[in-house]
């Protein structure tokens, strides 16, 4: 989703195959390759047996008919190949059908570290690995839905919902602070700063820091009031108690949450407002 982008999706062939070439093959291989030394001892447990049930290669992508193999055996969801940009119409509507949009392309070399779109890599090893989990799959399923029906000044506010879960959710084990924010888990950089926050409660004063983050408990309405910026490290994370809340949540009136939300109005942003929030 977005206003516009340079990269064009690879269209798969009347097999569903899509052909990457050898330095597509090198740029997945080291992305993974640092991708899994950085989220070790980082990653939420529900993340880590995704990712074994999808026994990802390293030395090129993974053919979408694999994770779906995968996804379908354990949640019933699918990805689907999309184009690198869709509107918010269809991906709620993929949603709301149990299919994960899939942009199928790589980053390029020259922006190895960060690219603003998401890209194959984003998608399938950021989420992937989540929709093997019923709660987390039933949460996303709901959202889907909602969105479908929702106007568009309700889609913003769910916008963030998503934002701050299934893109930059944190979730507390019993061995501490872990990610389960497919956002966090593609990024090496947020992978490391996201752990790093110290304060529950957000003081005006510290919030100039921005060498660390805030953390807050996780609360749908209070989300839903948050301003984010997607070109950040975020200031501001949610944390969930355990992955079943997204399973409660998916079952609760997330709409009338939002009508709750809209009425209360937005925070403070924790960022300069210049550049405005997408969704």
């Known amino acids: 989703m977005g206003s516009g982008t340079k990269y064009v999706s690879k269209q798969p062939d009347e097999k569903g195959v899509v052909h990457w070439d050898n330095s597509e093959n090198r740029v997945w291989h080291d992305l993974v390759e640092r991708q899994l030394a950085c989220i070790e001892g980082r990653a939420c447990q529900a993340y880590i047996d995704g990712l074994a049930l999808?026994?990802?290669?390293?030395?090129?992508?993974?053919?979408?008919?694999?994770?779906?193999?995968?996804l379908q055996s354990t949640t019933g969801w699918e990805c689907v190949a999309v184009p690198a940009l869709i509107n918010f119409d269809r991906f709620f509507a993929l949603l709301a059908n149990k299919q994960f949009p899939v942009a199928t392309f790589?980053?390029?070399r020259e922006e190895f570290d960060y690219l603003q779109e998401p890209d194959?890599?984003?998608?399938?090893?950021?989420?992937?690995?989540?929709?093997?989990?019923?709660?987390?799959?039933a949460f996303t399923y709901a959202y889907g839905n909602l969105g479908a029906k929702a106007n568009s000044a309700q889609?913003?506010?769910?916008?963030?919902?998503?934002?701050?879960?299934?893109?930059?959710?944190?979730?507390?084990?019993?061995?501490g602070l872990r990610i389960y924010g497919g956002g966090i888990l593609s990024s090496p950089g947020e992978t490391q700063y996201s752990l790093t926050g110290k304060?529950?409660?957000?003081?005006?004063?510290?919030?100039l820091d921005k060498s660390r983050p805030f953390y807050k408990p996780f609360d749908p309405v209070d989300i839903m009031r948050t301003p984010y910026r997607i070109d950040i490290m975020q200031p501001l994370y949610f944390i969930l108690d355990d992955i079943n809340q997204l399973y409660e949540?998916?079952?609760?009136?997330i709409m009338s949450m939002v009508s709750q939300a809209q009425k209360l109005g937005l925070h403070a942003p924790l960022?300069?407002?210049k550049i405005k929030e997408v969704g």
């Not at 990802?56 to 995968?70: F, K």
């Not at 304060?199 to 919030?207: C, E, R």
């Open 106 to 108: 790589l980053r390029r």
């Open 54 to 70: 999808l026994n990802l290669p390293q030395d090129r992508p993974p053919q979408l008919s694999q994770i779906n193999a995968v």
């Open 120 to 137: 194959f890599f984003h998608e399938i090893f950021g989420h992937c690995a989540m929709l093997t989990n019923p709660a987390f799959a």
């Open 199 to 207: 304060s529950s409660a957000i003081d005006k004063a510290l919030a």
């Open 155 to 175: 889609r913003v506010y769910l916008a963030r919902l998503y934002w701050f879960t299934v893109e930059f959710g944190l979730l507390q084990q019993q061995d």
């Open 249 to 253: 949540l998916a079952h609760q009136d």
């Open 271 to 273: 960022f300069d407002t």
